[in-house]
């Protein structure tokens, strides 16, 4: 397998040193060459780094940027993808050093009829900066021209990246096997005869979702058939519990969000219904009233069960189904010798009239003879 550097020239568009712009703009379409290159490379096994410079700077900083993160690594080859302006029409690839002569021609040949554009050849320099200055044997390829009419009818990223990829490594990308694919948008997964799943879930290691673009939602819920699902940052789909914008949730094993009372190893907890509070689906914590029953949801969502302290007063929460549901609190109510008053809390250090008759409690609770 191979080792590679490659960026893409210039500073991002509109910034700095941006590159050439005609009917298409070399900041961006560089990029979007350099990205499906990286990711055709990578998906054959290859070692590759990218030394693009996204900084806005100047022409030389840009450069010495490049050629600093290039010379970082030991590779075989560095590659530098430009596109071409001045009038001209087709491809052509740069060198200084002989050895990558072959190597040239190859990209040459191969974006030519790849997309359909003048073969213009091999050209040598000893005035490209970054031909002169990388450790190992580079090579600047010169796509096609922004400023050409036919070029841009025929101009096409995938078919580029492609191509050079078939140049450098000599298997070919297309009919090989599916991959996934990333672009200046976001992910997407490319099948062997070049369609994509677009609009529709897809199972590979796990179940993903694809825009009607052909993008995988990525961060990101999705309101499918009346369900709730979330794509997490890596495009997979989030099941179990999932921590979301200071949120918890849960999706069940299907990816469903849960709400409503769930019982999850041996816990209930409760994920909000009605999305007023807090977002329907977030788990709530502390006290809430359900129908005419209080219930505790702990700081890790668990409903309480039996006694618990807070706030300076202990209050009982029911553990068993007899006279109300398990987990709601008790009130007015005597609990193995204590008593929950009307608002739940433990009596204790007072008197109270309970049921016509005068009960002292001590500072514990218990009742004083
Ligand atoms: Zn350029």
Redesign the pocket.
């Known amino acids: 397998m191979g080792t590679y550097n490659i960026h893409a020239?210039?500073c991002p568009h509109g910034q700095g040193a941006g590159?050439?712009v005609g009917y298409l703009k070399?900041s961006i379409e560089d990029r979007a060459v350099k990205n499906l290159l990286i990711a055709n490379l990578k998906s054959q096994g290859n070692t590759v780094y990218d030394c693009t410079d996204d900084t806005n700077c100047t022409v030389r900083q840009n450069l010495q940027r490049i050629v600093a993160k290039c010379n970082a690594h030991s590779v075989e080859k560095d590659v530098s993808i430009?596109?071409n302006a001045g009038g001209g029409t087709g491809v052509e690839v740069w060198i200084v050093n002989p050895a990558m002569e072959s190597a040239a021609a190859k990209i040459c040949a191969e974006v030519a009829k790849s997309i359909g554009i003048r073969n213009r050849g091999v050209k040598y320099s000893n005035n490209l900066y970054v031909l002169n200055h990388t450790k190992a044997p580079a090579l600047l390829i010169e796509c096609c021209f922004v400023d050409n009419q036919t070029d841009y009818n025929q101009w096409n990223v995938q078919k580029c990246a492609d191509a050079i990829t078939n140049a450098l490594t000599g298997h070919k990308m297309s009919g090989t096997t599916a991959t996934w694919v990333k672009d200046n948008i976001g992910w997407w997964y490319r099948y062997t005869d070049g369609s994509y799943p677009k609009a529709q879930w897809v199972e590979l290691d796990t179940w993903y979702y694809f825009n009607a673009k052909g993008y995988a939602l990525a961060d990101e819920w999705l309101y499918y058939k009346n369900k709730w699902y979330y794509l997490k940052k890596d495009c997979r789909m989030a099941v179990g519990w999932q921590q979301i914008d200071g949120y918890w949730y849960y999706l069940g094993s299907d990816g469903v969000m849960l709400d409503g009372w769930q019982q999850i190893k041996g816990k209930w907890y409760y994920l909000d219904q009605e999305g007023e509070e807090r977002p329907h689906g977030a788990m709530v914590t502390g006290e809430m009233k359900d129908g005419n029953h209080t219930y505790y949801l702990q700081d890790n969502g668990a409903m309480a069960k039996g006694w618990i302290k807070r706030k300076g007063s202990w209050y009982y929460y029911n553990e068993d189904n007899n006279c109300q549901p398990i987990g709601s609190m008790m009130r007015n109510h005597w609990q193995g010798g204590y008593y929950l008053k009307d608002d739940g809390r433990m009596a204790s250090g007072e008197v109270l009239e309970i049921g016509g008759e005068k009960c002292e409690f001590d500072a514990d609770g218990k009742v004083k003879k």
């Open positions: 020239g210039h590159g050439a070399e430009h596109l």
